[in-house]
């Protein structure tokens, strides 16, 4: 009784794990070769062997030196669900036909309580080579799970690095807007881009799907169409407004915004029809919000409408007219955003779409997911491509921090090392450059991987954060690295270690496992 | 009676309209400023008004002539079950504080039986600026649609057409693969890469959700892992093997195969294990499929492999033994496929991913989608660079085909103008520049717009058809193409025109409503 209660404060204390965001992520969201397989390790009774993999990137997007970890949420709600439906069965039995029926009954039965996953958290700043998910169980449903772990992580880590690097160059004091749904990826890479550009630092998005989902603020403007469907102001039917304190209500404010037309036409201007109706409004009572420059030289018409705005405010005496929010929202990207504050500019807001979130620059990160372990033995993949050698071992992953509170390196060891210690000091090796190593002595060392998704019920699992903490755990990460890791140009790469110890078992197995050359 | 009994046999004429394929797409699945907008149409008693507008795109993808227009489908499930939830009004009241009750009533009431579809058939070869779709009806409720429809179409035209110009390269014989799933932009972007990669012409998917949903053939082949799983021949268990024909059973397989691994050691090649498993598996009257290969040089290790499988077979006498398949499958897209054929390959089979999905050469198709009538009053979108000028008015469009059965050129015509004819001399003109405009006598005329979505039960609806229909109908759409206009380098611009009458009456509207400027 007392356990059962217990049991339920602990289930209260975390995120409910009702499934992925969208319902069609599935265990059938897999590749065909994940049953292949399953099947032959079924066959060679070998499905339940405990293996371990991990998934991890090789190289950072865009040109850059750093990555932010975003789709954890969705794995974790995927694997809490995971189970296959009759419908799925049969659909499986008509595209296996020559699979024997034992197997549909082990797939019928299979969930993930024997799986372990423990992961970065999300929204962290990672690098490549270091695990960000560490995912062990039987190797049959561990490797049913790939494809859709790799989906889920890949779109959203690269989505969310982009969303961060925009941030970077826009600056923190600009509101950024993502405006990219039409042009996205598909219904859900719509909503995906939203919610992560949201955990890479974006403040609001269009898309009202993803505020709806994820309470993410919204914040639009309007369309030309809207324009360019009033023939003239006579279609105006309803033209009065009440003030804004309610006190009085102007009968005619069609006439008041004429008349400020007339006053402004004088100063000569692109945007006097929009100075016109917010100055009726503030006569009102009511502070219009801005403008949106959509074409031409953005750098130039927000200088030229922000000296209007200003002229305004000082003419006619309209405290904060000159503050009025100018928004800009034409193709923009990184590049353009650079070339803005380079020429100088007066947009406070920008709202960006299809460079965001298609990733244009660079529409894939390339995640894999790698056996390092099978009944504790350890397995590493072989390349004559150095960077596509796989880490072996079921490791640990810490961040050693400096005095400064710079993360200084990242470290892997084998499970049962020493964990690094503060104020002492740690060799680190390059896992595959014999000559490149260092001593560092951390001022604090952080464990990466936390157990997400627990084998049993001893173990904590961590708890889940709402997106908001998510995105405020994504900036304090941003905000902590040092400044040469994160330029736009020539960035230093930060520096990914293993442990000695693990760099000479590396090096030992490499050689047992390669083929001997031999010339001719 | 009878009504109702004709009523049910038209419905089961039709495709189900069950709503999209992912249930995230609804009605908020849109840009909150198309909810102001249309507040703002309602609030001006204006919401009512008909309005028509053209969805297209400005310029072909992939440096090419050509697209494959996709995504109708979805579009025509999503209107036919366009209704807000009670839970969707709740969430757009809170997020829209300052609108009247009365919105959020009218909101409720929405659906679209008074709105019409007229579109291109999904899987055709299209061309800038001719409208894919023609929406027309009230015009709060068609700016609720631009959003998912631009979604929808959006990705869905852009991957079929990659697919096209993956198939394009490779040639008819070869089969290709697409496996995308786990670099795609999200779950459904793989899971709808699946379905528009297959319309525009790839063979088959490794996506298993995409097989159950579409009916889309499954393919695979093993992954490292399943390799590097097995630490020696002594985890294989059960040994034995029944023949193919069930006549008897070979008790130790593995035997058999080292046998034949010791014959072909001595032919010294890369492949074999491989072959000696196929060699064990021919004797008991079973064939292996293939290899893939997934790294190194693809085009001398497919000719090398070629070569061994052929010897084998002349030296061991195993008919058939030299056409085993042989797939390739890293990091492949149009160049590569192009180099591989340039420098001479032996592969048969072609798995592609990244490149394919995420159209990394080029994330995003631009299609807008435009005002162009109001209340019957014409409108137009200026723009100082003239590829964003919209061409105004409910239009007509129109195939011409000349006498070798090859389009010679697509027309748009106003909507009551007559329909061009077979065998009559047509002049077609360039809508933007004066000088270019040609006699076309077309030997068939084929209107492009049919109603997918009708206004009223009174006229015929176009049927939604299978997709391996849409397939065909798109290889038969691509066949039919001059090559000219098809090749990857330096292709021919297909041509676009408009009518005479269509073309006057846009430089007249375009001389109206254009400011007169002034030189100081």
Redesign the interface.
């Known amino acids: 009784m007392e356990a059962e209660a217990s049991g339920l404060k602990k289930q209260q204390l975390h995120t409910k794990l009702n499934g992925?965001?969208?319902?069609?992520?599935?265990p059938?969201?897999?590749?065909?070769?994940q049953?292949?397989?399953a099947y032959?390790?079924w066959?060679?009774?070998?499905h339940l062997?405990r293996?371990v993999?991990d998934l991890f990137f090789r190289r950072n997007p865009f040109g850059g030196e750093y990555t932010v970890f975003a789709g954890l949420e969705e794995c974790v709600q995927f694997i809490a669900n995971f189970k296959f439906t009759e419908e799925?069965i049969l659909?499986?039995r008509s595209?296996l036909p020559n699979c024997e029926d034992g197997f549909f009954d082990y797939l019928r039965g299979i969930n993930c309580s024997d799986v372990e996953v423990y992961a970065i958290s999300e929204g962290s700043v990672v690098f490549p080579k270091i695990p960000l998910l560490r995912v062990e169980g039987p190797?049959a449903v561990v490797?049913l799970l790939?494809?859709?772990f790799?989906?889920?992580i890949?779109?959203?880590s690269l989505?969310a690095t982009n969303a961060a690097r925009h941030r970077f160059v826009a600056g923190k004091s600009k509101v950024l807007l993502e405006?990219g749904?039409?042009?996205?990826?598909?219904?859900?890479?719509?909503?995906?881009a939203s919610k992560y550009c949201y955990i890479g630092g974006f403040d609001a998005t269009?898309?009202?799907?993803a505020?709806?989902l994820f309470g993410i603020p919204?914040?639009?403007?309007?369309?030309?169409?809207?324009v360019?469907?009033?023939?003239s102001p006579n279609?105006?039917?309803?033209k009065s407004l009440c003030r804004n304190d309610g006190s009085s209500t102007c009968e005619d404010f069609v006439s008041l915004v004429q008349t400020w037309l007339r006053k402004i036409q004088v100063m000569r201007s692109g945007v006097p029809n929009f100075c016109a109706v917010a100055l009726a409004l503030a006569d009102l009572g009511y502070k219009a919000i801005g403008i949106r420059l959509d074409?031409?030289d953005i750098a130039y018409l927000s200088i030229e409408a922000r000296k209007f705005f200003c002229a305004i405010e000082k003419e006619f005496e309209v405290p904060g007219f000159g503050n009025m929010t100018i928004t800009a929202s034409n193709d923009l990207n990184e590049e353009t955003l650079d070339a803005l504050n380079k020429q100088g500019h007066e947009v406070d807001s920008f709202g960006i779409g299809?460079y965001l979130v298609?990733?244009?620059a660079q529409?894939?990160?390339?995640?894999v997911?790698?056996?390092v372990e099978?009944n504790n033995?350890p397995?590493i993949?072989l390349?004559?491509?150095v960077s596509k050698v796989s880490i072996p071992c079921k490791k640990r992953c810490y961040r050693l921090y400096g005095r400064e509170g710079y993360p200084l390196v990242d470290i892997m060891t084998g499970e049962n090392e020493p964990r690094p210690k503060a104020a002492e000091r740690v060799l680190c090796r390059h896992p595959f450059n014999e000559s490149k190593r260092a001593y560092v002595v951390p001022q604090r060392v952080e464990e990466l991987l936390k157990c997400y998704w627990p084998g049993d019920s001893g173990k904590a699992r961590e708890e889940l954060s709402p997106l908001k903490e998510i995105r405020n755990h994504c900036m304090r990460q941003l905000d902590q690295m040092q400044p040469d890791h994160m330029r736009r140009l020539n960035p230093t790469p930060y520096k990914v270690s293993v442990s000695a110890k693990l760099y000479d078992f590396i090096h030992l197995l490499w050689l047992n496992e390669a083929p001997v050359g031999e010339l001719q």
Chains 1, 2 share one sequence.
Do not use: W
């Open positions: 992925p965001t969208n319902s069609m992520v599935t059938l969201l897999t590749d065909l070769y049953f292949t397989m032959a390790y066959k060679a009774r070998k062997e293996a993999f799925d659909y499986l595209s190797i490797q790939e494809t859709p790799v989906n889920l890949n779109y959203a989505v405006f749904l039409r042009r996205a990826q598909g219904p859900d890479g719509g909503i995906s269009s898309n009202v799907a505020g709806q919204l914040r639009g403007t309007h369309s030309h169409a809207f360019s469907s009033f023939m279609e105006i039917i309803d074409s031409g299809t298609t990733c244009y529409a894939a990160l390339g995640c997911f790698k056996l099978i033995l397995r993949k390349s004559e491509d």
